[in-house]
């Protein structure tokens, strides 16, 4: 299992029991009890110290510890650039499909 990003899409918003039901996700997705089952299940680096703390010594050895978090190994917004780059990409494998 891999998953690296979540998102709430913007329209989700105009929705109260949408924008809370998504942000229950997310806070169960980063919660301990996930990030165990995560961690034993799937090999995944957690994010929860908790977590962490449930985790048998051979599983918690695994984890990389508080110093792998550092702000310079997160995604960042994409640039104009890079961001239609990829919107072309997006455009030119639509059309294929569609031939």
């Known amino acids: 299992m891999w998953l690296d990003t979540i998102a709430i899409a913007a329209h989700v918003a105009d929705d109260p029991e949408k924008l809370e039901a998504a942000y229950l996700l997310l806070d169960y997705a980063i919660g301990p009890d996930a990030q165990t089952i995560y961690a034993r299940e799937f090999g995944n680096v957690i ?18 510890g508080p ?15 890079t961001r239609n780059s ?3 990409m997006w455009e030119e494998a639509v059309a294929a499909a569609k031939r």
Request: a positive charge; charged letters at 30%; aromatic letters at 14%.
């Open 47 to 64: 994010v929860s110290d908790k977590a962490l703390e449930r985790l048998p010594a051979n599983l918690r050895d695994t984890q990389p």
């Open 67 to 81: 110093a792998f978090f550092k702000p310079d190994r997160f995604w960042h917004p994409l640039n104009s650039r």
């Open 86 to 88: 990829f919107r072309i």
